[in-house]
């Protein structure tokens, strides 16, 4: 589809507030396309001022009725999951309008970019995406930057939802998605593989897809710290690899120069195609950031931006929403972070990063569906029951529920119960808040863990004021 169609279309997104469908819209309409949509979460009053915002940028917003389909010129952007008894979807089959997926409107404006990033792998696309994209602002290349997570450092008083950016320098970066197989439809010029591990879909469909991904690319940037991705390094025309513990990767660290804060990770980077070292500072915590600021790093080596340009950018990145996010500490010294764990390797990333500090762990993980819970409950359990010591907590409630016809027969009880003596199901959210209050004491850390639901970071917030 070429600009003037692209802007000549009407658009509506069914679903336009949620994590993968606000930055697309935000960059369709950025590149001068008409955008309407519908949230059920406005519906119901979640997050409204995230909708008043949409509105004062010129989206126009309907309510999830049907009401906003109102011509067969009209294309609805519905995401796979969408039912076909969602009434837009209902109208617009009366209408004969054309449907496409998230990834299919996505997939279509980034491969028609002349310079395109795509970030893959089970965990740490989001970061990895908003690191290579910031590199890329502040190296002057103007790019439009996809992501499925609010990037602080482009937050500003008009754009405090900066989880996507629109630029005019041909350079598109995006995280891309393995979980529906959409990955399948995007053809990069960087291909960025930072690990596969169990999440949606079997081992074996999750190799074809990273494999054929690779194989797309122009050049690939390879994490051979993990064995899966190491497996597929084959399946690549030209690779540049990255690792914190692999003496054979291309981009690396010196042994033994790791030093970490709760805040803060940094290291001396070696590039040993040509022996230089870099002192790197982050200032964003955790070994998997310095894992995720290698992965960006080669990505953007690989796009043409100078290593010595690339450390000296990627400093100042301060991190995203909802990525291990410190909501702050109250008075007695109890700290509460925000956190988008939902998946057993986000979870282990996450509980590392706190286990390499003092201090006990009051984790609060709200499962994001009934399917994934079963799909990965059992690993979910393990992480928890492995890295959570005897003094540790972890509380878990009622899985997210937006109604439709998943089975809803194997819940969060089930969880608990694998996890053992130091977890507990409650199954209310609000119950878990005043448990979290009364219970935590000077010296804690209260994470909160979750996806899909934008509302854990009001109840973060919320939790550290009932703290005081």
Not at 26 to 41: E, N, Y
Not at 43 to 56: H, I, M, Q, V, Y
Not at 258 to 263: F, H, L, Q, R
Request: proline fraction near 4%.
């Amino acid at each position: 589809m070429d600009k003037d169609a692209l802007n000549s279309t009407p658009w509506f997104f069914c679903g336009i507030g949620g994590s993968g469908m606000l930055p697309l819209a935000l960059i369709l309409r950025g590149m001068g396309a008409q955008v309407a949509g519908s949230d059920r979460s406005r519906d119901s009053g979640r997050t409204p001022e995230k909708f008043a915002w949409l509105e004062s940028l010129g989206f126009e917003l309907f309510p999830q009725d049907g009401s906003g389909m109102r011509d067969g010129a009209q294309i609805l952007v519905a995401s796979a999951a969408v039912e076909d008894s969602v009434p837009e979807v209902l109208r617009a089959r009366e209408l004969g309008c054309a449907r496409m997926s998230r990834a299919e409107l996505l997939s279509t404006l980034f491969n028609a970019a002349p310079a395109r990033i795509a970030v893959g792998g089970t965990s740490g696309k989001s970061t990895v995406t908003g690191m290579a994209g910031w590199i890329m602002t502040q190296a002057g290349r103007d790019p439009t930057i996809m992501n499925g997570a609010v990037m602080k450092n482009f937050v500003a008083p008009d754009a405090p939802f900066a989880s996507a950016r629109v630029g005019a320098g041909g350079v598109f970066v995006s995280e891309v998605d393995e979980s529906d197989g959409s990955i399948a439809l995007y053809n990069p010029t960087v291909a960025v593989l930072n690990n596969v591990s169990l999440d949606h879909k079997s081992l074996e469909e999750l190799r074809e897809l990273f494999g054929d991904f690779l194989r797309r690319a122009d050049v690939a940037a390879v994490n051979i710290d993990d064995a899966e991705s190491a497996a597929l390094v084959g399946r690549a025309r030209r690779v540049v690899t990255f690792g914190l513990n692999s003496e054979q990767a291309d981009i690396g660290v010196v042994a033994g120069s790791i030093v970490e804060t709760p805040t803060t990770i940094g290291a001396t980077l070696i590039d040993r195609r040509d022996g230089a070292t870099y002192a790197l500072a982050l200032c964003v915590p955790g070994r998997h950031n310095l894992a995720n600021a290698l992965a960006a790093l080669a990505a953007t080596d690989a796009a043409g931006v100078a290593l010595t340009q690339g450390v000296a950018a990627i400093e100042s990145f301060t991190g995203l929403a909802r990525r291990f996010d410190i909501v702050g500490t109250s008075g007695s010294g109890i700290t509460v972070i925000d956190d988008f764990g939902h998946n057993p390797d986000k979870v282990s990333a996450t509980l590392h990063t706190l286990k390499a500090h003092p201090g006990r762990i009051l984790a609060f993980f709200q499962p994001h569906g009934y399917g994934p819970l079963r799909q990965m409950g059992h690993e979910l359990a393990q992480t928890f029951a492995r890295l959570l010591t005897s003094e540790d907590q972890v509380i878990l409630c009622d899985p997210v529920y937006f109604g439709g016809t998943v089975d809803r027969t194997q819940g969060s009880q089930r969880i608990v119960d694998l996890i053992g003596d130091r977890a507990r199901y409650i199954p209310a959210r609000d119950d878990v808040a005043a448990y979290l209050a009364q219970e935590a004491r000077p010296g804690d850390r209260i994470v909160v863990m979750g996806a899909r639901d934008d509302t854990l970071t009001l109840f973060a917030k919320n939790l550290l004021e009932q703290i005081g």
